[in-house]
Structures are given as structure tokens and as C-alpha cells.
């Protein structure tokens, strides 16, 4: 019994919405667990992509159709040097070899084989029949043309 000045009055425990160091580590774990498999997955899509590129290429050296190039070529580096109002992609990037490129969307580096465009008739990344690009851009196999209903004319 107190004396009625609740000064002794013991409260019972608050919920909080603090998580326990249990629950805390828990989620920690779960996150680098997510953020791992999230990096093995690319990896794998990685290894797949250029997989897919190597076989495409096969013993005899197949390269896509000129055309084909010609639109990686243009995806990739636009045509703002030459005059034209296409800017280069935003993942090009620029090779610490003086003259060369590569993709930096791709995750695949600054390698001689991972250059966009060797030098004179040498084989490069461009030259791939099967080659995807991160961004889905015009003239690589994962190239995604806009659906029929894009190209309609708006009505006002
Ligand atoms: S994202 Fe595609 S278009 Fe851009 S540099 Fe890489 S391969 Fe070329």
C-alpha cells in the first residue's frame, strides 16, 4: 500500500517498437543475405550473357550483320561526334588504353576483349551475333521493340 503519491507506483513495461539486438541482427543478416544472392544472380546473368556471346561466335569467328553493328555502334557512342543529335550512352566509359571503350553497364570491365571496337579488322565486343545490352538498346539480341500501340498518335 502507498500513500496515494504514485511516487512508488511501479508502471509496466512500454511496448516499444525498438527492435532487439536479436531482431536487429536478424535483419542485418537477412539484408547481406538478399544483397548476396542479388550478386550472385547478376553474376550468373553475367556469365550467361557472355556465355551466350562466346557460343555466338562459334570456331569460325561469326560476326552479326553489318546493319546490326551499325546500330550497337550508334547505341552505344551516338552520333554527336559526327554531327548528329544522338549523345553517347551513359555507360560508356572510357578505356585507360588511349582510343578504347567499354561498357560499364555490363560489369565485364576494362579487358582487350570487353572493348567495344578494336582496332582495323580485329574481332571485338560489337562484333558478337548473340550480345545483349544492359539497356536493352537498339541493335543487341535483347533489343525490346516498342509495342504497336506506342507508336499511335495521340488523341487530344
Ligand atoms: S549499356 Fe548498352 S548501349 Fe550503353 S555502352 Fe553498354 S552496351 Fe553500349
Redesign the pocket.
Given at each position: 500500500m502507498g500513500c496515494g503519491c504514485n511516487k512508488n507506483k511501479k508502471t509496466p513495461e512500454q511496448p516499444t517498437n525498438e527492435p532487439t539486438p536479436e531482431q536487429g541482427f536478424q535483419a542485418f543478416r537477412s539484408m547481406v543475405n538478399h544483397q548476396q544472392n542479388g550478386g550472385i544472380m547478376n553474376k550468373m546473368s553475367m556469365v550467361k550473357s557472355f556465355a551466350t556471346a562466346l557460343t555466338s561466335r562459334g570456331l569460325t569467328d561469326k560476326k552479326t550483320s553489318p546493319a546490326s553493328k551499325q546500330l550497337?555502334v550508334l547505341?552505344?557512342f551516338g552520333d554527336a561526334d559526327r554531327g548528329g543529335v544522338l549523345p553517347p550512352?551513359?555507360?560508356?566509359k572510357e578505356s585507360k588504353t588511349p582510343g578504347k571503350h567499354y561498357?560499364?553497364?555490363?560489369g565485364c570491365g576494362d579487358k582487350p576483349h570487353t572493348w567495344?571496337m578494336s582496332t582495323g579488322k580485329e574481332y571485338s565486343k560489337l562484333d558478337y551475333p548473340r550480345l545483349n545490352?544492359?539497356?536493352n538498346?537498339p541493335g543487341?539480341t535483347n533489343y525490346q521493340h516498342s509495342a504497336p500501340d506506342e507508336a499511335n498518335t495521340p488523341l487530344s
Open positions: 550497337r547505341s552505344c550512352c551513359e555507360h560508356l561498357c560499364g553497364g555490363c567495344l545490352c544492359p539497356l538498346m543487341f
